[in-house]
């Protein structure tokens, strides 16, 4: 299956703990956009990234949160000193090339749901 | 930001009935994207429309593009069990190409 592949599928952590979400994207693909989905809320983005440069993180909470995307490896995204507030389901998505609002193609994981005690 | 309100955002019905869902802004769009959504799993693209009052038919599922570009519609026909799902509209937000998403419409199918 050469789809976006995100690991774990579930995270449960205790407040003040660390998680760290990855993301493998579809082979051939060097960007990658993280979202964050609540029920009352959608789908909100939080980061885009090529490979070794963030690109936009305007919808990345300024403290706790970092994302990037090495040159060899999966994408992570971690938050650090959890707060129950973080608890949701973290989608990962690829696509093969520069955005172009006319063509673009979003292929998302199946996600991560982080749980936070 | 320009904003995507998805309505309604909860539909019921039987196997058979057709129905529409709508995504509207009071923004210009130069393209407008639907997902599904299965409890569990990723958004999955459905389709792009890009010019004003194009129509586009996936099997039993017609988008549709408002001339304005401010607005989109998708009506199923005959609706299955298997469509049950939440349905999103996106589109790219200001003057960035990242899709900004509605809140979605959840759609049950009975059988």
């Known amino acids: 299956n050469a789809g976006v592949m995100q690991n774990p599928r579930h995270l449960v952590r205790r407040r003040g703990q660390e998680a760290r979400l990855r993301c493998s994207p579809m082979?051939?693909?060097?960007?990658v956009y993280w979202y964050r989905q609540l029920p009352e809320e959608g789908l909100k983005f939080m980061v885009y990234?090529?490979?070794?440069?963030?690109?936009?993180e305007s919808g990345m909470p300024k403290e706790r949160f970092s994302a990037e995307f090495p040159k060899e490896g999966p994408s992570i995204l971690r938050i650090q000193q959890v707060v129950r507030g973080d608890s949701a389901a973290y989608f990962c998505?690829?696509?093969?090339?520069?955005?172009?609002?006319?063509?673009?193609?979003?292929?998302f994981g199946s996600g991560t749901q982080l749980s936070v005690l | 930001t320009q904003l995507l309100e998805q309505s309604p955002q909860f539909l019921s019905i039987q196997e058979g009935e057709n129905l529409t869902v709508y995504c509207n802004s009071s923004?210009?769009?130069?393209?407008l994207q639907w997902y599904r959504q299965e409890p569990g799993e990723g958004p999955v693209l459905l389709v792009t429309?890009?010019?004003?009052?194009e129509v586009k038919k996936l099997k039993r599922l017609t988008f549709q593009f408002g001339d304005a570009r401010k607005d989109s519609s998708l009506h199923i026909t005959a609706a299955q069990p298997g469509d049950t799902g939440l349905y999103l509209c996106?589109?790219?937000?200001?003057?960035?190409?990242?899709?900004?998403f509605g809140r979605g419409t959840s759609l049950i199918v009975h059988p």
């Open positions: 998505a690829s696509s093969p090339s520069h955005p172009d609002p006319r063509n673009e193609k979003l292929f």
């Open positions: 082979k051939g693909h060097s960007h």
């Open positions: 990234l090529q490979k070794e440069n963030i690109i936009d």
């Open positions: 923004s210009v769009f130069s393209s």
């Open positions: 429309v890009v010019t004003g009052g």
């Open positions: 996106a589109g790219p937000s200001g003057g960035s190409y990242i899709p900004t």
